[in-house]
């Protein structure tokens, strides 16, 4: 699957990637992010608690669809960049 994976990655515009892995552009989640009543007023930290907070109900959900699992996943990766861009980079 991963070589799959590399191989429809060749093809693909770094957009077409984001959209993929975040289900959103990063210019676009980046804008969301800075703009949130969150992350003004409680940080970075919080607002990717709250990505994974949503995605841990979604996983309550009776029957998840494909759909379900895949905006999962994307609000994880969400989560993770938010993460990586504004916590941890700020330590450094």
Do not use: I
């Not at 703009?35 to 995605?55: E, I, N, T």
């Amino acid at each position: 699957m991963d070589t799959m994976m590399n191989e429809r990655d060749k093809f693909m515009t770094n957009t077409e990637r984001e959209v993929l892995m975040y289900g959103t552009t990063l210019a676009e989640l980046r804008e969301s992010v800075e703009d949130s009543l969150s992350f003004r007023f409680q940080g970075p930290a919080m607002v990717a608690a709250s990505m994974m907070s949503d995605a841990q109900e979604m996983m309550a959900y009776s029957s998840p669809t494909a759909r379900t699992v895949e905006e999962q996943r994307q609000l994880l990766n969400r989560a993770k960049w938010v993460l990586f861009t504004y916590v941890l980079d700020a330590k450094e």
